[in-house]
Structures are given as structure tokens and as C-alpha cells.
């Protein structure tokens, strides 16, 4: 298997772009020819930022506006297979015509499929789906019958690096209780929630510092003081607005969480199964998270984390508040956090399990 990528979305922190990263890494450790094709999004600079990042991520183009270049790519550079986000599946098929390299779709998190993008599933140039949830893969098999639909689960990394931990020391006290939210700025990670459940904890429990952390994460919180009136500033630093601190991106995440007492997800929709999740269970912190994608086929409720209504700010602070105490009970929620991911969402795992779909639809 030697596989071009064709992603919609790469951040420093997670999502679909950041995975097929990974996987493209570990298959090139195995000596295949492994590549990754990125359109830009406003979360990257410029293509060297991103090469800086992520050294798998050999081409950086805006392939929507010349498709022609995914099959020039993949042919020119010995690649077998195309694996594109769901997303971007119209523009590979456009590219690859006049080209007989069979295609397998990358399933994140949709839950609708539009009829033209079904029409395109069933195509013959598709040879089948990716999901990384069962409730994904149920979804593909019910909408598309007729194409198979694999269930492999993502990987997990944790990116620390010494300089960041400094640079949090320098930021943060050894006895603040830092509660963490990794999110960017796009309305549907939904950090008024995460602020409102900030202001509500800071009753409840000393000595709390809520923190964003994320690309454009700032412009979010500038306009949320803009429409409620509140002062946005600077302290430690880093912005502040009410209980919650804003640090801007960072390429090494898990230095954050590592040092975080709790990290949360706010988010109401476009989740998947959420990279800043997963890597804060395998590095053994405890997760708090709303309702939203696939995170219950990850964090089981009161198990390995705690799981609340979206849109309930109340319910959001009282769950973080639980995470920070009961030694004993989150202790071992977080020995199971760290050995459920260990075990189902590993990254050895995942690339065996590539080989082994590629092997059965390419015979």
C-alpha cells in the first residue's frame, strides 16, 4: 500500500488532516511511499509552516481550483491508491480521470451524505470506506449498501516538548488547577460554553484557571467580550477574558496536557472522536466532554471520563468540578482512560489494520 492523502483540514491539534499525517508517517517507518496533498485552510499559514509540522505533508496546494494535479501526484510518485476525506472526494475522482488508481474513502464524522456525494460513493472508481467509529461505519453501510466499509480506529500521539513545559511553568503556578479546552476558533467548538462553565466554576472550586489553547482561538474570545460587553486583557502573558486565560497555538498540545488537571471538549457538532481526547486519556488526565460526534464509542460516562448535555454550562462545571476531586475514584478513571486508548485507538494497530483492508480490496 502506498497511498496518496488527500485531506480538507490539518491543525497543530487534531482533526482529519493531522491523522492521515500520522498514518502516512507510520507507513513510511515500514519503507512504502506514503503522501499527503493538503488543501489550505485560514488554520496555516503557508505550506512551509506546515512541511515544519508535519514532514509528511509533501505537497501543499489549493487542489480544488486544479484537481488535475492529485492524479499527477499519485502517478508521478508511485502511489497505488488515493485516500481522500469524505469531503474532498468530488475533486479526486475529478482528478483522477483517465487514470485507473482505485480510491478508498476516509469517513469522519458526517452524518448526512448529499445525494450527489451517495451518486459518487457508488461509483466504480470507489473501491470502499474507511470509518473510525462503529456508529460511522453503521451510517456508510446503511446509506451505501453496495460499498465496503472498514472499521479502523484512529491513532494516538501525544506531542511534548521540553520548551513548551518551560514555557507553561513560566505561565502558570504549580498549585493553580488548570482546566483545559484545545480549540480553535470555529463556531462549533463553542467556547462561550466553555467561558459561561469557567465563570460558574471559579464559585465552586479556588484557584481555577480555565485556558484556551488553539489556533485563532483569540478572535473568538475578542468577539464574545465585543457582544457581551466584557474587558479582554492581557495578564501573564497570555489574554484574558472573565476566568479564562487564551494562549494562542501551540505545536506541542500535549505539554498543555500533560500539565492540565482537566482538559475539556465544548464542542456541538463536527466532532469526530477528538484527537485533544484522546491524547489527554493516554497521557492520563482526566476528560470532561459534551454529547457530540462519536466521543461516547471513546469516554464512557463515570468510567474512564464524564460525558454532559451540549449547551449546559451547568451541568459542564459540575463535571469538571467532580474530575478535580475523589482522588481515588479519578485515579482510576484515569488508569482506564490511558489503557482503553492504549488498546483500542493505537497507532501500530491502525497501520497493520490499512495493510490488511488494502490487502483484501486490492484482491
Known amino acids: 500500500m502506498n497511498p496518496l492523502f488527500v485531506t480538507v483540514n490539518c491543525s497543530r491539534i487534531g482533526g482529519s488532516g493531522m491523522q492521515m499525517h500520522l498514518l502516512a508517517e507510520s507507513l513510511r517507518e515500514i519503507g512504502k511511499r506514503a503522501y499527503v496533498l493538503h488543501r489550505f485552510n485560514q488554520g496555516v499559514k503557508s505550506s512551509e509552516e506546515l512541511r515544519t509540522n508535519c514532514s509528511a505533508f509533501e505537497f501543499c496546494e489549493p487542489y480544488s481550483a486544479n484537481s488535475g494535479i492529485i492524479g499527477e501526484l499519485a502517478l508521478g510518485n508511485s502511489c497505488d491508491v488515493v485516500i481522500p476525506h469524505i469531503s474532498a472526494l468530488g475533486s479526486v475522482l475529478a482528478g483522477l480521470r483517465g487514470t485507473s488508481l482505485p480510491v478508498i474513502v476516509y469517513h469522519g464524522h458526517s452524518d448526512q451524505i448529499p445525494e450527489g456525494l451517495k451518486a459518487q460513493l457508488n461509483s466504480n472508481r470507489v473501491a470502499a470506506a474507511v470509518s473510525i467509529a462503529h456508529a460511522g461505519q453503521a451510517f456508510l453501510q446503511q446509506a451505501v449498501p453496495d460499498l465496503p466499509v472498514f472499521l479502523i480506529r484512529q491513532g494516538t500521539r501525544a506531542l511534548t516538548n521540553e520548551d513548551e513545559d518551560m514555557r507553561i511553568r513560566e505561565k502558570i503556578r504549580p498549585d493553580s488547577k488548570l482546566i483545559l479546552c484545545l480549540a480553535s476558533d470555529r463556531p462549533y ?146 488508569s482506564r482512560g490511558s489503557l482503553f486508548v492504549r488498546l483500542f485507538f493505537n497507532e501500530r494497530k491502525r497501520t497493520s489494520a490499512y495493510l490488511a483492508m488494502w490487502d483484501r480490496v486490492s484482491h
Open 189 to 334: 467548538k463553542n467556547l462561550d460554553l466553555f467561558h459561561n462553565s469557567m465563570e460558574i466554576l471559579a464559585e465552586l472550586v479556588p484557584n481555577t484557571i480555565g485556558t484556551v489553547v488553539g489556533e485563532r482561538s483569540l478572535r473568538e474570545c475578542q468577539r464574545r467580550a465585543n457582544r457581551l460587553g466584557l474587558k479582554l486583557y492581557k495578564e501573564l502573558d497570555a489574554w484574558r477574558i472573565g476566568a479564562t486565560h487564551i494562549i494562542g497555538p501551540s505545536s506541542f498540545p500535549g505539554s498543555w496536557i500533560r500539565r492540565a488537571n482537566v482538559v475539556v471538549i465544548s464542542s456541538t457538532s463536527y466532532e469526530g472522536i477528538p484527537g485533544a481526547l484522546r491524547e489527554a486519556m493516554l497521557l492520563g488526565t482526566p476528560v470532561v466532554t459534551t454529547d457530540v460526534g462519536y466521543v461516547r464509542e471513546l469516554v464512557r460516562d463515570g468510567w474512564n471520563g464524564f460525558v454532559v448535555k451540549r449547551d449546559d454550562a451547568e451541568g459542564l462545571a459540575f463535571a469538571i468540578a467532580r474530575a478535580l476531586g475523589g482522588r481515588s475514584e479519578i485515579e482510576r478513571m484515569r
